[in-house]
């Protein structure tokens, strides 16, 4: 007799899925950390691999039966490291960068980072939540900023930009055991060699953290920290189209630490099914393609910041250099939140988020988090981008006129409905 489908199994949460799915497809989602995995990818996560338990690493499992997710995670590995060889600083070869697949997600990761190189109670170096860092890289709300004294970096307050003469006197004054190198709501590009400088005058290691550039660090569109950096922790969807899972590359000093870290340190056996999805997607990623996508990313970034300047928005340093802005929303007489509670009304979806050196609090911020990196997996371009800052202007002019949120959200629909997602089944 054959078994039922989800919907015969499970109706309630088939019927949640296939909500979810008309939602990502009317939608314009502006969340910089999503974006839409191929149907292939999903295809992958969604396999019999999920039935399967590998604790320990290829070759040196803990179970038998192995002979398949053997090959699948060495498939990913040896995908990754080629993809991302070839943009990594001069002198990197394959050889010279060991990755590791099984991190369960980018905390996760960065978790391994910790148990690697420190001791509770060391001293770690982050960019400071407020100015545009990660929970984990040493936020007290974490257990990276309860576990280990934390002193965070900023930047400056004229430009909202890095401030590496900060970094190397804190450094200096602090001696971190490890300097982290990474950002979730900064839009310019890092200055990898730098922090490496600084943490060598230290003797500290220099994690980077490229959670959201990794497809733009694989396609060369933004510097790679690979061969500067100690290990380089990341997520797998984002700009690098995969699944929700995590990676990290190491230099190969490094490899028996950051192993341990992972299994048996932190996790037990890997999720495989997202393992092979990672293969998919760095296959993906190596393609032509991939590369014009990525410098499209870049691109419509750029177009929609700068055309929101032209309509009175404050953009934090004045523009991008990857694939998110910070945008400011005091000239506009509104808080973040009630704004970006209007935009997902009308369609458009996108984060409330502090500002640097916001007055306001962290639940009701003064700005917006925007990203471009699944609209343009839609195939959107520069004109989409104009259209789309016209809609978040008249938005936010007019929060509170739900008729007026209405009409922009069929408008919105129409627009995609002329560019279908990858993955969805309409």
Known sequence: MPEKDLAQVDAEIAKLIEEENRREHESMRLI???????????????????????????RKRYYEGQAVIDQVEELAISRLRKLFAKTASAGTTEDDIHVNVQPYSGSPANLAVYLAFCQPGDVVMGLGLPAGGHL???HTVSITGKYFKSVPYGVRR???????????????????????????????????????????????????DIAHIAGLVATGVHPSPIGIADVVTSTTHKTFRGPRGGMIFCKKAHASAIDRAVFPGLQGGPHNHT??????????ASQPAFVDYAKAVVENAKVLAQALVERGFGVTTGGTD???????????????????????RAGIVANYNAVPFDPRKPFDPSGLRIGTPSVTSRGMGKAEMLKLA??????????????????????????????????LRM
Request: a negative charge; hydrophobic letters at 45%.
């Open 32 to 58: 910089a950390s999503e974006n839409y995995a191929s149907r292939a990818v999903m295809e992958a996560t969604g396999s019999c691999l999920t039935n399967k338990y590998s604790e320990g690493y290829a």
């Open 136 to 138: 984990t890289h040493g």
């Open 158 to 208: 004229e430009d909202h930009r890095i401030d590496m003469d900060e970094v190397r006197k804190l450094a200096k004054e602090h001696k971190p055991k490890v300097i982290w190198a990474g950002t979730t709501a900064y839009p310019r590009t890092l200055d990898f060699p730098a922090f490496r400088e600084i943490a060598d005058e230290v003797g500290a290691i220099l994690a980077a």
């Open 275 to 284: 393992t092979a999805a990672i293969a998919v997607a760095a296959l993906e």
């Open 322 to 344: 990857n694939h998110l802005m910070l945008v400011d929303l005091t000239s506009k007489n509104i808080a973040g939140k009630p704004a970006a509670q209007a935009l997902d």
């Open 390 to 423: 016209d809609w978040i202007d008249r938005v936010v002019a007019n929060a509170t006129d739900e008729a007026l949120l209405a009409k922009i959200a069929g408008e919105v629909k129409e627009l995609c409905d002329k560019f279908p997602a990858p993955g």
